[in-house]
């Protein structure tokens, strides 16, 4: 059974920085393309960013050059590195599988980021 | 980067109702337009992917249609448990934007 936890989140400060987890489990997260997506409270989804099964990361110009996202195969996790955070990202993160190109076919529960002072 | 434009922005309906959401890109996307539905404190799920394939497990009163840049999701004999937020999302190429949703209310 596929699965998707994600864990790491809390409040922090304007200017901080946060590393949000996302294990898998019934597949291989090398394999796929994974992503992350935000969703701000009371507000839509905002896709965050990819990397693919090749390695390539791409980003929403939103999070480019202040987030990273990674991988680690032995752990089958994975990460979003988050450095100079601001209130605007205060969002649940959700991790998601993608196994046809940008088609997110299982998501996991999601974690709380909350910037605050 | 192309924008995803989804109409109305909420809508009441009863069950049994034949509800139809819109999804517009701003320039042509092919069939790489995707479903999905969020309930409230839950992550979303996907319904239908390449504009019109029902994914595994949903109802077939679901139903996608569309290409370029006009889609539509439609939900036929609506049920209570459909009763929800839906939203468009492009996988042409990224950013992979979502619409900005659609509740869909009880009346």
């Known amino acids: 059974e596929v699965q998707l936890v994600e864990s790491g989140g809390g409040l922090v400060q304007p200017g901080g920085s946060l590393r949000v987890s996302c294990v898998a489990s019934?597949?291989?997260?090398?394999?796929?393309?994974m992503s992350w997506v935000r969703q701000a409270p009371g507000k839509g989804l905002e896709w965050v960013s990819v990397?693919?099964?090749?390695?390539?990361?791409y980003y929403a110009d939103s999070v480019k050059g202040r987030f990273t996202i990674s991988r680690d195969t032995s752990k089958n996790t994975l990460y979003l590195h988050m450095n100079s955070l601001r209130a605007e990202d205060t969002a649940v993160y959700y991790c998601?599988?993608?196994?046809?190109?940008?088609?997110?076919?299982?998501w996991g529960q999601g974690t709380l980021v909350t910037v605050s002072s | 980067d192309i924008q995803m434009t989804q109409s109305p922005s909420s809508l009441s309906a009863s069950v049994g109702d034949r509800v139809t959401i819109a999804c517009r890109a701003s320039?042509?996307?092919?069939?790489?337009l995707n479903w999905y539905q969020q309930k409230p404190g839950k992550a979303p799920k996907l319904l239908i992917y390449?504009?019109?394939n029902l994914q595994s497990g949903v109802p077939s009163r679901f139903s996608g249609s569309g290409s370029g840049t006009d889609f539509t999701l439609t939900i036929n004999n609506l049920q209570p448990e459909d009763f929800a937020t839906y939203y468009c999302?492009?996988?042409?190429?990224?950013?992979?934007?979502f619409g900005q949703g659609t509740k869909v209310e009880i009346k």
């Open positions: 998601a599988r993608s196994s046809l190109g940008g088609v997110f076919d299982y």
């Open positions: 019934g597949f291989t997260v090398s394999s796929n393309y």
């Open positions: 990397i693919y099964s090749g390695g390539s990361t």
């Open positions: 320039q042509s996307i092919n069939n790489y």
């Open positions: 390449a504009a019109s």
């Open positions: 999302q492009l996988s042409y190429s990224t950013p992979w934007t």
